[in-house]
């Protein structure tokens, strides 16, 4: 690395650690070929900020495309990281053809399958022409279109044929709801959903059986009290990186405003325009299997 004085297998003695390159004895940078718990990789990364350390972790490996998409591992989704003009992104080195990839602007299609752009380096390439690459990058979203009646349709077939025995369909029966007949814009799945394990027909039915149902058109709420609602009922991915999730829910806010459920005022209030509803038998006939 040009202008920067970078250490090969540093032994920090403060926190009995063996950093892969030490740069500037500021910032360590660590390359993972294996896969290895991901709680294990977080721990080193809290190590390194308890010595004062900057942390990048590169994945040394490939990605396979799947029909145009990048299939990531959920060991692989744990590298993704967020900055403002990258969206989501991952560093990808591979030794064999010496090759660094920037994939940036990850958005989840499906399970394990994303959209992004990509941004590929020799790697003889010097730090200045990747660092001014990288600073064009303005941020961006890929629109992933919905069609929110067959996604239920998929979704319906899914929980039937793979998770008929699921705890989620036990609670949903003994309640006296069926898949079907929830309403449409439960089980949307939103760009960040990778974030959490929890699958997103199951979170958003707890937001709607839990906090949206008992409201009253016109009736208002703060963030605050949905996102208690929400923390609850959702399992966090395990990830290298702290991160908030609760971006997640405001994706899903931000959903249903567009949809015409809700109306966001500019005192930060969320306001219920209108109340989903449960699909009656002659609109869910298309979704039985």
């Keep these: 690395m040009q202008d920067f004085q970078a250490d090969v297998e540093v032994y920090l003695r403060g926190i009995k650690r063996q950093a892969d390159i030490l740069v500037d004895e500021r910032t360590v940078i660590e390359y993972q070929c294996s896969t290895v718990p991901v709680h294990e990789l977080r721990q080193r990364t809290e190590d390194y900020h308890l010595a004062g350390l900057g942390v990048h972790w590169i994945l040394g ?33 591979l030794p064999e053809i010496n090759c660094w990839t920037l994939l ?7 399970i394990n399958r994303f959209y992004a752009r990509s941004m590929t380096f020799d790697g003889r390439v010097g730090f200045d022409v990747i660092k001014k690459a990288i600073g064009r990058i303005k941020y961006a979203t890929f629109y992933v279109k919905r069609d929110l009646a067959f996604e239920r349709q998929k979704q319906c077939y899914f929980y039937t044929r793979f998770k008929k025995q699921s705890l989620f369909l036990k609670d949903l029966y003994e309640q006296g709801y069926y898949l079907q007949h929830l309403p449409i814009e439960i089980g949307v799945v939103l760009p960040m959903q990778f974030r959490v394990k929890t699958p997103a027909m199951e979170w958003q039915f707890y937001l709607w059986r839990d906090f949206f149902r008992g409201m009253d058109c016109e009736e208002s709420f703060q963030l605050d009290h949905l996102l208690t609602v929400f923390v609850k009922n959702v399992v966090p991915m395990p990830l290298i990186w702290d991160e908030d999730r609760t971006e997640l829910c405001l994706a899903y806010l931000q959903f249903l405003c567009k949809q015409g459920i809700l109306r966001r005022s500019s005192a930060g209030y969320y306001t219920m325009s209108r109340q989903m509803k449960e699909l009656v038998n002659d609109e869910a006939y298309f979704l039985d299997i």
């Excluded at 495309?65 to 080195?93: D, E, P």
């Excluded at 940036?104 to 499906?110: A, G, K, N, P, Q």
Aim: glycine share 4%.
């Design 61 to 93: 490996q490939d990605i396979r495309m799947v029909k145009g998409r990048y299939y990531l591992t959920t060991f692989q989704q744990a590298f993704i990281k967020q900055k403002s003009n990258l969206g989501y992104y991952l560093v990808q080195y």
């Design 104 to 110: 940036y602007h990850i958005t989840m299609d499906t």
